[in-house]
């Protein structure tokens, strides 16, 4: 069963830290470019970060650049997402998604077809 669980959400003074991890079961990452989504309250769904399945490479959104880094580790099957110098409007439910895409680039939103549950993160202080 293809599974994508988040974990390490919560809540952070402004400012803080937070490393979210999305573990993958019933499938290797290794082929698949992964990306980090959002979702706000009254807000659609965005795009965080991608890392491609062909040399990491990494694109961020430009509201999270120099803030956040996104890594991949395939001999655990995870991705991760480091968030630093975090922003009230950061808050949001932070989902993790994975497209079977090779190469060096990442696909568009559309293109993401496993799904974890998602995990809260709220920035307040």
């Known amino acids: 069963q293809v599974q994508l669980v988040e974990s390490g959400g919560g809540l952070v003074q402004p400012g803080g830290s937070l490393r979210l991890s999305c573990a993958a079961s019933g499938f290797t990452l290794d082929y698949y470019a992964i990306g980090w989504f959002r979702q706000a309250p009254g807000k659609e769904r965005e795009g965080v970060s991608c890392?491609?399945?062909?040399?990491?490479?990494?694109y961020y959104a430009d509201s999270v650049k120099g803030r956040f880094t996104i890594s991949r580790d395939n001999a655990k099957n995870t991705v991760y997402l480091q968030m630093n110098s975090l922003k009230p409007e950061d808050t949001a439910v932070y989902y993790c998604?994975?497209?079977?895409?090779?190469?060096?680039?990442?696909?568009?939103?559309?293109?993401?077809?496993?799904w974890g549950q998602g995990t809260q993160v709220t920035v307040s202080s």
């Open positions: 998604a994975t497209a079977p895409w090779a190469g060096s680039t990442c696909p568009s939103e559309t293109d993401f077809g496993s």
């Open positions: 890392i491609s399945s062909t040399y990491s490479s990494t």
